[in-house]
Antibody, heavy 125, light 107 residues
Framework: EMYLEGSGGGSVQPGGTLRVSCAAS????????MNWVRQAPGKGLEWVST????????HYANSVKGRFTVSRDNSKDTLYLQMNSLRAEDTAIYYC??????????????????WGQGILVTVSS | DIQMTQSPSSMSASVGDRVTITCRAS??????LAWYQQKPGRAPKLLIY???SLQSEVPSRFSGSGSGTDFSLTISSLQPEDFATYYC?????????FGQGTRLEIK
């Protein structure tokens, strides 16, 4: 069974740093583009970041660009999110998730599956 | 950015009801749309991908339809375990965007 296990969450003061991790089992992340999605308390889902298979290409939401860095270690089947200059509005559950793709000819369709269980990050003084 | 707008934001229904949730994209996304179910305290779960393809092991009472800008998720006969929040998503263009969610409650 495919599984993503997150770790590294906790409470940090505004302006602080935190690194969260996501370890895969049941599949190798080396074959897949990976993502982070977050959900603030009582709110909807917000895409945060995406990283290519080789880690060279990354994408970020405007809300975290310049503060967060996504990375991966394919040899450890682990995805990371380094969060710097944290703000109260970064308080959320952070989910790691795999980018799934199906292509028909030149057209590809993408979605997220599976999802990790979530990592709670609290930014508060 | 592609905006995803769901309606309604919340609704109440009874076990056995047929329910439809709609999602509108701000521009043509072909069939690049997914639906997720989320229960309190749990991670989202994929239900439908490519607008109408049912994910493995998802009950057949769930179905998706639409293309271009207008999509829908239908639950043919609500079961107690279906009361949850549902999200649509486009994942083909960055930034990847989700609808605001539809909370489905028991009447």
């Amino acid at each position: 069974e495919m599984y993503l296990e997150g770790s590294g969450g906790g409470s940090v003061q505004p302006g602080g740093t935190l690194r969260v991790s996501c370890a895969a089992s049941g599949f190798s992340i080396s074959n897949y583009v990976m993502n982070w999605v977050r959900q603030a308390p009582g709110k909807g889902l917000e895409w945060v970041s995406t990283i290519s298979v080789d880690g060279v290409i990354t994408h970020y939401a405007n809300s975290v660009k310049g503060r967060f860095t996504v990375s991966r270690d394919n040899s450890k089947d682990t995805l990371y999110l380094q969060m710097n200059s944290l703000r109260a509005e970064d308080t959320a559950i952070y989910y790691c998730t795999r980018y799934a793709t199906s292509c028909s000819g030149d057209t590809c369709y993408r979605w997220f599956d599976p999802w990790g269980q979530g990592i709670l990050v609290t930014v508060s003084s | 950015d592609i905006q995803m707008t769901q309606s309604p934001s919340s609704m109440s229904a009874s076990v056995g009801d047929r329910v439809t949730i709609t999602c509108r994209a701000s521009q043509d996304i072909s069939i690049s749309l997914a639906w997720y179910q989320q229960k309190p305290g749990r991670a989202p779960k994929l239900l439908i991908y490519a607008a109408s393809s049912l994910q493995s092991e998802v009950p057949s009472r769930f179905s998706g339809s639409g293309s271009g800008t207008d999509f829908s998720l239908t639950i043919s006969s609500l079961q107690p375990e279906d009361f949850a929040t549902y999200y649509c998503q486009q994942a083909n263009s960055f930034p990847i965007t989700f609808g605001q969610g539809t909370r489905l409650e028991i009447k």
